[in-house]
Protein backbone atom coordinates (compact mmCIF):
# COMPACT_ATOMS: atom_id res chain seq x y z
CA UNK A 1 0.00 0.00 0.00
CA UNK A 2 0.90 3.38 -0.73
CA UNK A 3 -0.20 5.95 0.98
CA UNK A 4 0.31 10.46 0.86
CA UNK A 5 -1.87 13.02 3.39
CA UNK A 6 -0.66 16.15 3.32
CA UNK A 7 -1.59 18.67 5.65
CA UNK A 8 -3.51 21.85 5.49
CA UNK A 9 -1.45 24.51 3.46
CA UNK A 10 0.45 26.88 5.07
CA UNK A 11 2.70 30.13 3.63
CA UNK A 12 5.87 30.63 4.20
CA UNK A 13 5.75 34.26 4.01
CA UNK A 14 3.74 34.24 7.10
CA UNK A 15 6.61 32.62 8.63
CA UNK A 16 9.82 34.42 10.54
CA UNK A 17 11.92 31.88 7.99
CA UNK A 18 13.78 33.50 4.71
CA UNK A 19 12.30 31.54 1.53
CA UNK A 20 15.58 29.28 1.58
CA UNK A 21 15.10 27.51 4.74
CA UNK A 22 14.02 23.97 4.56
CA UNK A 23 14.02 24.92 0.26
CA UNK A 24 14.05 22.50 -2.10
CA UNK A 25 16.14 23.37 -5.12
CA UNK A 26 15.87 21.17 -8.45
CA UNK A 27 19.45 20.91 -10.09
CA UNK A 28 19.55 21.22 -13.54
CA UNK A 29 22.78 19.75 -16.01
CA UNK A 30 22.01 22.54 -19.20
CA UNK A 31 23.74 20.53 -21.36
CA UNK A 32 21.40 17.16 -20.83
CA UNK A 33 17.85 18.56 -20.45
CA UNK A 34 16.41 20.18 -23.21
CA UNK A 35 18.16 21.02 -26.87
CA UNK A 36 15.68 23.41 -28.64
CA UNK A 37 17.80 23.80 -31.66
CA UNK A 38 18.57 20.55 -32.92
CA UNK A 39 22.60 20.09 -32.09
CA UNK A 40 22.08 17.40 -29.28
CA UNK A 41 23.10 20.09 -26.36
CA UNK A 42 20.66 21.75 -23.91
CA UNK A 43 20.30 25.11 -23.99
CA UNK A 44 18.83 28.05 -21.76
CA UNK A 45 15.64 27.78 -24.13
CA UNK A 46 15.40 24.45 -23.03
CA UNK A 47 15.25 25.61 -19.95
CA UNK A 48 12.65 28.20 -19.85
CA UNK A 49 10.77 25.65 -22.12
CA UNK A 50 9.79 23.06 -18.93
CA UNK A 51 10.14 25.48 -16.26
CA UNK A 52 5.98 25.03 -15.72
CA UNK A 53 6.86 21.32 -15.65
CA UNK A 54 9.48 22.12 -12.91
CA UNK A 55 7.48 24.28 -10.95
CA UNK A 56 4.59 21.33 -10.95
CA UNK A 57 7.27 19.20 -8.30
CA UNK A 58 6.69 21.79 -5.57
CA UNK A 59 10.17 23.05 -5.52
CA UNK A 60 11.61 26.34 -4.52
CA UNK A 61 13.87 27.04 -7.28
CA UNK A 62 16.69 25.94 -9.79
CA UNK A 63 20.01 25.38 -9.37
CA UNK A 64 21.68 25.76 -12.77
CA UNK A 65 24.69 24.29 -13.52
CA UNK A 66 27.42 26.23 -15.58
CA UNK A 67 26.33 27.91 -18.66
CA UNK A 68 29.06 30.56 -19.17
CA UNK A 69 31.85 30.76 -22.31
CA UNK A 70 33.94 27.69 -21.94
CA UNK A 71 35.86 25.70 -23.96
CA UNK A 72 34.50 22.64 -22.38
CA UNK A 73 37.38 20.84 -21.40
CA UNK A 74 35.69 20.25 -18.04
CA UNK A 75 32.00 21.02 -19.72
CA UNK A 76 31.64 24.45 -18.21
CA UNK A 77 33.93 24.76 -14.88
CA UNK A 78 36.53 25.92 -17.21
CA UNK A 79 35.09 29.69 -17.63
CA UNK A 80 36.84 31.65 -19.80
CA UNK A 81 34.43 34.65 -19.38
CA UNK A 82 32.66 34.53 -16.02
CA UNK A 83 29.86 37.15 -17.57
CA UNK A 84 29.21 35.64 -20.76
CA UNK A 85 27.37 32.73 -21.94
CA UNK A 86 28.46 30.05 -24.03
CA UNK A 87 26.65 30.19 -27.68
CA UNK A 88 26.02 26.61 -27.38
CA UNK A 89 23.59 27.86 -24.74
CA UNK A 90 22.43 30.93 -25.84
CA UNK A 91 22.59 34.35 -25.01
CA UNK A 92 21.97 37.22 -22.39
CA UNK A 93 18.80 37.31 -23.83
CA UNK A 94 17.74 33.95 -23.17
CA UNK A 95 19.08 34.26 -19.58
CA UNK A 96 17.15 37.22 -19.02
CA UNK A 97 13.79 35.37 -20.53
CA UNK A 98 14.75 32.09 -18.40
CA UNK A 99 15.28 34.53 -15.40
CA UNK A 100 11.41 36.42 -15.81
CA UNK A 101 9.51 33.54 -16.58
CA UNK A 102 10.97 31.55 -13.44
CA UNK A 103 10.11 34.46 -11.16
CA UNK A 104 6.39 34.32 -12.66
CA UNK A 105 5.92 30.85 -11.73
CA UNK A 106 7.51 31.86 -7.89
CA UNK A 107 10.84 29.73 -8.74
CA UNK A 108 14.46 31.10 -7.63
CA UNK A 109 17.24 30.77 -9.80
CA UNK A 110 20.81 29.93 -8.22
CA UNK A 111 23.66 29.93 -10.56
CA UNK A 112 26.85 27.94 -10.29
CA UNK A 113 30.08 30.68 -9.34
CA UNK A 114 33.73 29.08 -10.08
CA UNK A 115 35.72 31.03 -8.23
CA UNK A 116 38.84 28.79 -7.58
CA UNK A 117 40.15 28.90 -11.21
CA UNK A 118 39.35 29.40 -15.01
CA UNK A 119 40.08 28.28 -17.94
CA UNK A 120 43.10 28.47 -19.85
CA UNK A 121 41.68 30.74 -22.29
CA UNK A 122 40.33 32.97 -19.99
CA UNK A 123 41.86 36.81 -21.23
CA UNK A 124 42.98 36.88 -17.28
CA UNK A 125 45.37 33.79 -17.72
CA UNK A 126 46.54 34.77 -21.07
CA UNK A 127 47.52 38.19 -19.93
CA UNK A 128 49.70 36.47 -16.96
CA UNK A 129 51.37 34.00 -19.05
CA UNK A 130 53.24 36.29 -20.76
CA UNK A 131 55.29 37.71 -18.28
CA UNK A 132 56.25 38.26 -14.69
CA UNK A 133 55.81 42.01 -14.48
CA UNK A 134 52.22 42.60 -16.37
CA UNK A 135 48.93 43.67 -14.44
CA UNK A 136 47.83 40.31 -14.15
CA UNK A 137 51.32 38.56 -13.59
CA UNK A 138 49.81 37.39 -9.71
CA UNK A 139 46.09 36.50 -10.62
CA UNK A 140 47.16 33.00 -10.86
CA UNK A 141 49.91 30.53 -8.62
CA UNK A 142 53.26 30.21 -10.42
CA UNK A 143 56.32 29.36 -9.23
CA UNK A 144 59.63 28.73 -10.06
CA UNK A 145 60.87 25.22 -10.80
CA UNK A 146 63.25 23.23 -8.43
CA UNK A 147 66.80 23.10 -9.08
CA UNK A 148 66.71 20.19 -11.11
CA UNK A 149 63.57 20.97 -13.39
CA UNK A 150 60.95 18.75 -11.11
CA UNK A 151 57.64 20.85 -9.95
CA UNK A 152 57.89 23.01 -7.18
CA UNK A 153 55.97 20.34 -4.63
CA UNK A 154 54.55 17.17 -4.63
CA UNK A 155 50.71 18.44 -4.86
CA UNK A 156 48.61 16.13 -7.20
CA UNK A 157 45.49 16.97 -8.73
CA UNK A 158 41.83 15.96 -8.54
CA UNK A 159 41.56 14.60 -12.18
CA UNK A 160 45.75 12.43 -12.48
CA UNK A 161 49.18 13.47 -12.44
CA UNK A 162 50.75 16.78 -10.55
CA UNK A 163 48.78 19.93 -10.31
CA UNK A 164 52.02 21.59 -12.26
CA UNK A 165 51.76 22.39 -15.59
CA UNK A 166 55.43 24.06 -17.15
CA UNK A 167 54.54 27.21 -19.22
CA UNK A 168 57.60 28.09 -21.53
CA UNK A 169 57.22 31.75 -21.54
CA UNK A 170 57.11 32.43 -18.04
CA UNK A 171 59.79 29.84 -17.54
CA UNK A 172 57.36 28.81 -14.49
CA UNK A 173 55.43 26.47 -13.43
CA UNK A 174 51.28 27.35 -12.69
CA UNK A 175 49.08 25.54 -9.81
CA UNK A 176 45.82 23.57 -10.88
CA UNK A 177 43.92 21.64 -8.29
CA UNK A 178 41.95 20.03 -11.58
CA UNK A 179 42.82 19.79 -15.67
CA UNK A 180 45.69 21.47 -16.65
CA UNK A 181 43.72 23.50 -18.70
CA UNK A 182 41.79 25.16 -15.05
CA UNK A 183 44.92 27.04 -13.89
CA UNK A 184 43.97 27.87 -10.10
CA UNK A 185 43.37 31.92 -9.22
CA UNK A 186 45.49 33.65 -6.57
CA UNK A 187 42.82 34.55 -4.27
CA UNK A 188 45.25 35.34 -1.73
CA UNK A 189 45.64 38.82 -4.43
CA UNK A 190 43.52 41.45 -3.21
CA UNK A 191 42.78 42.54 -7.18
CA UNK A 192 41.82 38.66 -7.64
CA UNK A 193 39.37 38.96 -4.86
CA UNK A 194 38.40 42.49 -6.14
CA UNK A 195 37.43 40.64 -9.65
CA UNK A 196 35.25 38.04 -8.23
CA UNK A 197 33.13 40.39 -6.40
CA UNK A 198 32.41 42.05 -9.55
CA UNK A 199 30.96 39.00 -11.14
CA UNK A 200 28.67 38.70 -8.11
CA UNK A 201 27.55 41.93 -8.58
CA UNK A 202 27.13 41.63 -12.26
CA UNK A 203 25.26 38.51 -11.92
CA UNK A 204 23.09 39.75 -8.38
CA UNK A 205 22.32 42.99 -10.86
CA UNK A 206 20.16 40.97 -13.57
CA UNK A 207 18.16 39.42 -10.54
CA UNK A 208 19.45 36.01 -9.69
CA UNK A 209 18.43 34.68 -6.21
CA UNK A 210 21.89 32.98 -4.88
CA UNK A 211 25.00 31.12 -6.11
CA UNK A 212 25.81 27.32 -5.37
CA UNK A 213 29.96 28.41 -5.08
CA UNK A 214 31.62 25.78 -6.77
CA UNK A 215 35.24 23.89 -4.46
CA UNK A 216 34.81 26.22 -2.31
CA UNK A 217 37.76 24.84 -0.05
CA UNK A 218 39.85 24.99 -3.29
CA UNK A 219 39.75 28.28 -3.78
CA UNK A 220 43.18 29.27 -1.64
CA UNK A 221 46.71 27.58 -1.30
CA UNK A 222 49.67 27.63 0.96
CA UNK A 223 51.81 30.37 -0.71
CA UNK A 224 54.60 28.51 1.30
CA UNK A 225 53.84 25.52 -1.15
CA UNK A 226 55.03 23.13 1.42
CA UNK A 227 54.26 19.68 0.76
CA UNK A 228 51.17 17.80 1.09
CA UNK A 229 51.39 14.81 3.66
CA UNK A 230 51.40 11.46 2.20
CA UNK A 231 48.17 9.59 3.18
CA UNK A 232 47.94 5.35 3.82
CA UNK A 233 44.78 4.55 4.81
CA UNK A 234 41.36 4.67 1.99
CA UNK A 235 40.82 3.48 -1.48
CA UNK A 236 43.34 4.63 -4.07
CA UNK A 237 42.42 5.30 -7.70
CA UNK A 238 44.56 8.08 -8.72
CA UNK A 239 47.75 9.90 -7.01
CA UNK A 240 45.37 12.60 -5.56
CA UNK A 241 44.10 9.85 -3.03
CA UNK A 242 47.72 9.33 -1.34
CA UNK A 243 47.67 12.20 0.12
CA UNK A 244 46.35 14.84 2.81
CA UNK A 245 45.39 17.89 0.96
CA UNK A 246 46.55 19.75 3.83
CA UNK A 247 48.40 22.47 2.23
CA UNK A 248 47.00 22.35 -1.83
CA UNK A 249 43.52 23.35 -0.59
CA UNK A 250 42.04 24.47 2.68
CA UNK A 251 43.65 27.45 3.41
CA UNK A 252 42.81 29.51 7.09
CA UNK A 253 42.50 32.69 4.84
CA UNK A 254 39.32 31.76 3.13
CA UNK A 255 36.76 32.37 5.90
CA UNK A 256 37.60 36.19 5.43
CA UNK A 257 37.16 35.81 1.91
CA UNK A 258 33.72 34.11 2.05
CA UNK A 259 32.81 37.30 4.57
CA UNK A 260 33.62 39.70 1.68
CA UNK A 261 32.13 37.80 -0.49
CA UNK A 262 28.69 37.20 1.40
CA UNK A 263 29.01 41.15 2.43
CA UNK A 264 28.34 42.18 -1.46
CA UNK A 265 25.97 39.14 -1.82
CA UNK A 266 23.95 40.08 1.48
CA UNK A 267 23.53 43.60 0.11
CA UNK A 268 20.88 42.61 -2.30
CA UNK A 269 17.68 41.27 -0.54
CA UNK A 270 16.21 37.76 0.12
CA UNK A 271 20.05 36.32 -1.54
CA UNK A 272 20.93 32.57 -1.18
CA UNK A 273 24.16 30.75 -0.69
CA UNK A 274 25.26 27.16 -0.38
CA UNK A 275 28.89 26.08 -0.39
CA UNK A 276 30.14 22.92 -2.17
CA UNK A 277 32.15 22.06 0.36
CA UNK A 278 34.27 17.91 -0.72
CA UNK A 279 37.25 16.53 1.27
CA UNK A 280 38.23 14.69 4.25
CA UNK A 281 37.63 17.57 6.39
CA UNK A 282 34.35 18.94 4.81
CA UNK A 283 32.24 19.05 7.89
CA UNK A 284 34.87 21.08 9.89
CA UNK A 285 34.99 23.55 6.97
CA UNK A 286 31.20 23.90 6.24
CA UNK A 287 30.37 24.54 9.72
CA UNK A 288 33.42 27.20 9.29
CA UNK A 289 31.84 28.72 5.81
CA UNK A 290 28.39 29.06 7.42
CA UNK A 291 29.46 30.64 10.60
CA UNK A 292 27.19 33.10 12.30
CA UNK A 293 25.02 36.09 9.99
CA UNK A 294 28.70 37.30 8.19
CA UNK A 295 29.45 33.96 5.96
CA UNK A 296 27.21 31.80 4.01
CA UNK A 297 23.75 30.57 4.36
CA UNK A 298 24.52 26.95 3.98
CA UNK A 299 27.26 24.36 2.65
CA UNK A 300 26.57 20.76 1.53
CA UNK A 301 29.76 18.01 0.97
CA UNK A 302 29.68 14.63 -0.39
CA UNK A 303 28.92 12.05 2.16
CA UNK A 304 26.04 11.02 0.58
CA UNK A 305 27.02 11.37 -3.18
CA UNK A 306 29.75 9.41 -3.13
CA UNK A 307 28.57 6.71 0.00
CA UNK A 308 28.02 2.81 -1.79
CA UNK A 309 25.50 2.10 0.48
CA UNK A 310 23.01 3.76 2.72
CA UNK A 311 22.74 2.94 6.07
CA UNK A 312 20.73 4.02 9.20
CA UNK A 313 24.17 4.95 10.91
CA UNK A 314 25.32 6.68 7.69
CA UNK A 315 22.24 8.96 8.09
CA UNK A 316 22.41 9.52 11.88
CA UNK A 317 26.37 10.52 11.91
CA UNK A 318 25.91 12.63 8.83
CA UNK A 319 22.88 14.52 10.69
CA UNK A 320 24.89 14.92 13.81
CA UNK A 321 27.86 16.02 12.42
CA UNK A 322 26.04 18.95 11.37
CA UNK A 323 23.56 19.75 13.75
CA UNK A 324 25.36 23.02 14.96
CA UNK A 325 24.65 24.62 11.39
CA UNK A 326 22.39 24.91 8.82
CA UNK A 327 22.79 22.16 6.47
CA UNK A 328 22.00 21.16 2.46
CA UNK A 329 21.55 17.39 1.65
CA UNK A 330 22.05 15.87 -1.90
CA UNK A 331 22.10 12.28 -2.81
CA UNK A 332 22.72 12.32 -6.55
CA UNK A 333 24.43 15.16 -8.49
CA UNK A 334 26.36 15.76 -11.55
CA UNK A 335 29.63 14.39 -10.22
CA UNK A 336 28.05 11.01 -8.62
CA UNK A 337 26.36 8.19 -10.09
CA UNK A 338 22.77 7.99 -9.45
CA UNK A 339 21.72 6.82 -5.65
CA UNK A 340 19.39 4.40 -7.02
CA UNK A 341 21.79 2.50 -8.70
CA UNK A 342 24.44 2.68 -5.66
CA UNK A 343 22.08 2.00 -2.57
CA UNK A 344 18.99 0.03 -3.94
CA UNK A 345 21.95 -3.37 -3.79
CA UNK A 346 19.86 -5.94 -6.11
CA UNK A 347 16.28 -4.61 -4.31
CA UNK A 348 13.60 -3.40 -6.14
CA UNK A 349 14.53 -0.05 -7.98
CA UNK A 350 11.06 0.99 -7.94
CA UNK A 351 10.83 0.67 -4.58
CA UNK A 352 14.14 1.81 -3.58
CA UNK A 353 13.65 5.02 -5.44
CA UNK A 354 10.52 6.00 -3.05
CA UNK A 355 12.15 5.18 -0.09
CA UNK A 356 14.93 7.42 -1.02
CA UNK A 357 12.80 10.68 -1.90
CA UNK A 358 11.33 10.51 1.23
CA UNK A 359 14.13 9.70 3.20
CA UNK A 360 15.47 12.99 1.48
CA UNK A 361 12.58 15.09 2.08
CA UNK A 362 12.34 13.59 5.62
CA UNK A 363 16.02 15.44 6.27
CA UNK A 364 16.81 18.16 8.36
CA UNK A 365 18.02 21.03 6.06
CA UNK A 366 17.64 22.25 2.71
CA UNK A 367 17.50 19.91 -0.33
CA UNK A 368 18.57 19.30 -3.60
CA UNK A 369 16.97 17.14 -6.65
CA UNK A 370 18.73 16.51 -9.15
CA UNK A 371 16.91 16.08 -12.64
CA UNK A 372 15.76 12.78 -13.38
CA UNK A 373 16.07 11.50 -9.90
CA UNK A 374 12.03 12.59 -9.75
CA UNK A 375 11.52 9.75 -12.62
CA UNK A 376 13.25 7.15 -10.82
CA UNK A 377 16.61 7.22 -13.54
CA UNK A 378 19.41 4.86 -12.80
CA UNK A 379 22.83 5.02 -13.54
CA UNK A 380 23.14 5.22 -17.33
CA UNK A 381 25.58 2.61 -18.93
CA UNK A 382 27.88 4.41 -21.15
CA UNK A 383 29.90 2.49 -23.37
CA UNK A 384 34.01 3.61 -23.18
CA UNK A 385 33.85 4.36 -26.74
CA UNK A 386 30.95 7.21 -25.85
CA UNK A 387 32.56 8.52 -22.91
CA UNK A 388 33.16 12.51 -22.70
CA UNK A 389 34.18 13.03 -19.19
CA UNK A 390 37.91 13.38 -19.31
CA UNK A 391 38.53 11.47 -15.22
CA UNK A 392 36.72 8.40 -16.42
CA UNK A 393 38.38 8.52 -19.58
CA UNK A 394 41.87 9.03 -17.74
CA UNK A 395 41.15 6.56 -15.16
CA UNK A 396 38.36 4.01 -16.96
CA UNK A 397 37.73 1.43 -15.56
CA UNK A 398 38.41 2.65 -11.87
CA UNK A 399 36.73 5.33 -11.65
CA UNK A 400 33.02 5.58 -12.65
CA UNK A 401 33.23 8.76 -14.22
CA UNK A 402 30.03 11.27 -14.32
CA UNK A 403 28.60 10.64 -17.87
CA UNK A 404 26.31 8.34 -16.86
CA UNK A 405 24.59 10.88 -14.31
CA UNK A 406 24.92 13.15 -17.06
CA UNK A 407 22.56 11.15 -19.37
CA UNK A 408 20.25 13.48 -21.30
CA UNK A 409 16.72 14.28 -19.45
CA UNK A 410 14.17 11.63 -20.99
CA UNK A 411 10.56 13.90 -21.73
CA UNK A 412 9.03 11.53 -24.09
CA UNK A 413 9.11 7.77 -25.06
CA UNK A 414 11.45 7.85 -27.41
CA UNK A 415 13.83 10.40 -25.66
CA UNK A 416 12.57 13.77 -26.62
CA UNK A 417 15.52 15.40 -25.53
CA UNK A 418 16.68 16.35 -29.16
CA UNK A 419 15.71 16.38 -32.56
CA UNK A 420 19.35 15.47 -32.90
CA UNK A 421 22.35 13.27 -32.09
CA UNK A 422 22.59 13.69 -28.35
CA UNK A 423 26.16 14.45 -26.71
CA UNK A 424 25.70 11.51 -24.98
CA UNK A 425 23.33 8.15 -25.57
CA UNK A 426 20.40 7.71 -23.52
CA UNK A 427 19.82 4.39 -21.75
CA UNK A 428 17.49 2.30 -23.38
CA UNK A 429 16.14 1.80 -19.54
CA UNK A 430 15.16 5.48 -19.22
CA UNK A 431 12.85 5.35 -21.96
CA UNK A 432 10.20 4.28 -20.26
CA UNK A 433 10.09 6.34 -17.63
CA UNK A 434 10.14 9.49 -19.06
CA UNK A 435 8.30 12.25 -17.97
CA UNK A 436 4.63 11.68 -20.77
CA UNK A 437 5.11 8.29 -20.02
CA UNK A 438 4.77 8.81 -15.98
CA UNK A 439 2.46 12.05 -16.06
CA UNK A 440 -0.80 10.03 -17.14
CA UNK A 441 -0.16 7.20 -14.32
CA UNK A 442 -0.93 8.80 -10.76
CA UNK A 443 1.04 5.98 -9.19
CA UNK A 444 4.04 6.70 -11.37
CA UNK A 445 7.67 7.81 -9.46
CA UNK A 446 6.74 11.43 -10.83
CA UNK A 447 3.76 11.93 -9.10
CA UNK A 448 5.15 10.29 -5.73
CA UNK A 449 7.55 13.25 -6.13
CA UNK A 450 5.20 15.75 -6.48
CA UNK A 451 3.03 14.59 -3.53
CA UNK A 452 6.30 14.14 -0.88
CA UNK A 453 6.59 17.23 -2.19
CA UNK A 454 4.16 18.79 -1.43
CA UNK A 455 3.81 17.27 1.94
CA UNK A 456 7.17 18.31 2.79
CA UNK A 457 5.85 21.96 1.75
CA UNK A 458 2.95 21.82 4.38
CA UNK A 459 4.39 20.01 7.25
CA UNK A 460 6.69 22.50 9.19
CA UNK A 461 8.18 19.76 11.03
CA UNK A 462 10.14 18.58 7.75
CA UNK A 463 11.02 21.69 6.95
CA UNK A 464 12.04 23.44 9.85
CA UNK A 465 11.72 21.14 13.01
CA UNK A 466 14.65 19.75 15.09
CA UNK A 467 15.59 16.16 14.79
CA UNK A 468 15.94 13.38 17.11
CA UNK A 469 16.91 9.69 17.14
CA UNK A 470 14.75 7.33 18.58
CA UNK A 471 16.14 3.91 16.61
CA UNK A 472 18.86 3.37 14.72
CA UNK A 473 20.27 -0.43 13.71
CA UNK A 474 21.11 -2.64 11.13
CA UNK A 475 18.44 -2.24 9.56
CA UNK A 476 15.85 0.72 11.17
CA UNK A 477 16.28 4.31 10.65
CA UNK A 478 13.70 6.21 12.94
CA UNK A 479 13.66 9.89 13.61
CA UNK A 480 10.81 12.57 15.31
CA UNK A 481 10.76 15.85 13.65
CA UNK A 482 9.22 18.28 16.18
CA UNK A 483 8.59 21.81 15.70
CA UNK A 484 6.66 24.47 18.00
CA UNK A 485 4.57 21.54 20.12
CA UNK A 486 4.08 19.36 16.78
CA UNK A 487 5.47 16.03 15.97
CA UNK A 488 6.23 14.15 12.53
CA UNK A 489 7.76 10.42 13.33
CA UNK A 490 9.99 9.05 10.01
CA UNK A 491 10.50 5.53 10.11
CA UNK A 492 12.47 4.01 7.21
CA UNK A 493 13.76 0.14 7.37
CA UNK A 494 16.94 0.59 4.67
CA UNK A 495 18.08 -3.00 5.77
CA UNK A 496 17.40 -6.26 3.46
CA UNK A 497 14.66 -8.00 6.07
CA UNK A 498 11.18 -6.86 7.36
CA UNK A 499 11.01 -5.79 10.50
CA UNK A 500 8.60 -5.79 12.85
CA UNK A 501 8.25 -2.79 15.18
CA UNK A 502 4.86 -1.50 16.82
CA UNK A 503 3.85 2.29 16.28
CA UNK A 504 1.68 4.71 17.80
CA UNK A 505 -1.87 3.40 16.85
CA UNK A 506 -3.64 6.73 16.95
CA UNK A 507 -1.23 8.27 14.80
CA UNK A 508 -2.04 10.22 11.90
CA UNK A 509 -0.47 8.42 8.65
CA UNK A 510 1.62 11.35 6.51
CA UNK A 511 3.13 8.29 4.21
CA UNK A 512 2.89 4.67 4.56
CA UNK A 513 4.94 3.19 1.15
CA UNK A 514 6.35 -0.08 0.29
CA UNK A 515 4.40 -2.40 2.46
CA UNK A 516 4.86 -0.52 5.32
CA UNK A 517 2.07 -1.01 8.51
CA UNK A 518 1.76 0.03 11.69
CA UNK A 519 3.20 -3.19 13.10
CA UNK A 520 6.21 -4.04 10.65
CA UNK A 521 8.20 -2.62 8.21
CA UNK A 522 9.31 -4.36 5.03
CA UNK A 523 13.13 -3.54 2.95
CA UNK A 524 12.85 -0.34 2.01
CA UNK A 525 9.34 0.62 3.59
CA UNK A 526 8.48 4.01 4.89
CA UNK A 527 5.83 5.60 7.61
CA UNK A 528 5.72 8.74 8.36
CA UNK A 529 3.51 9.81 11.29
CA UNK A 530 2.07 12.99 12.88
CA UNK A 531 1.71 12.23 16.48
Same mark, same amino acid.
Request: glycine letters at 6%.
Given at each position: ??????????????? !?? @? *???????????????????????????????????? $???????????????????????????????? @????????????????????????????????????????????????????????????????? %?????????????????? &????????????????????????????? #???? *?? !?????????????????? =?????? %?????????? %????????????????????????????????????? !???????? #??????????????? $?????????? !??? %??LVQDAVLGSQDFWVSWAF?????????????????????????????AAMRGNIFLYYGEELGLE??????????? @??????? @????????????? #??????????????????? &????????????? =???????? &?????????????????????????????????YDGETVICAFNLGFVTVN???????????????????????????????
Amino acid at each position: MNKIMTQQHFSKSET !EF @P *WWKGACIYQIYPRSFMDTNGDGIGDLKGITEKLEYI $ASLGVDGIWISPFFTSPMKDFGYDVADFCGID @PMFGNLTDFKELLAKAHSLNLKVIIDQVYSHTSDAHEWFQESRISKDNDKSDYYVWADAQPDGTP %PNNWQSVFYGPSWTWDAR &RKQYYFHNFLPEQPDLNVHNPKVQEEILK #VARF *WL !ELGVDGFRLDALNFLMHD =PEFRDN %PPKTDGIKTR %PFDYQYQKYSMSHPDIPAFIEKLAGVINSYPNRFTVA !EVGGAEAA #VEMREFTKGNTRLNT $AYGFVFLYAD !EIT %PKLVQDAVLGSQDFWVSWAFSNHDAPRCVSRWAKGRDEAAAARCFMALLAAMRGNIFLYYGEELGLEQADIPFEQLQD @PEAIKNY @PLTLGRDGARSPM #VWQGNGGFSNGQSWLPIDS &RHFPKAVANQEAN =PDSMLNYT &RKIMAMRQSTPELLWGDIKFTKVDENLLIFEREYDGETVICAFNLGFVTVNYQFVKNSKILLQVNGATLEKLPPLGILLLKV
